[in-house]
């Protein structure tokens, strides 16, 4: 079952492409600068959550209220 030197070219150059075409994708997924940028959105977004921002606020509070008691002590 022999297979045409024409055709398995063509089957070499399509697999070639498909390749490089996942490298490339790869290669944009793998930027760090991108990750970077997405990380910062996520964390961006969760700040804004009520649930997480009113307790960050109360314990940034705290700590203020402790700082300042400790500092006329």
């Given at each position: 079952m022999a297979r045409n030197p024409?055709?398995?070219e063509r089957e070499i150059e399509r697999s070639r492409t498909a390749l490089a075409?996942?490298?490339d994708q790869l290669a944009v997924r793998?930027?760090?600068q991108r990750l970077a940028d997405?990380?910062?959105t996520s964390v961006q977004a969760k700040l804004e959550e009520p649930k997480v921002k009113f307790p960050l606020i109360g314990a940034g509070a705290l700590i203020a209220v402790?700082?300042?008691r400790k500092l006329i002590r």
């Open positions: 024409d055709a398995i075409g996942t490298i793998a930027n760090p997405n990380a910062k402790l700082l300042v």
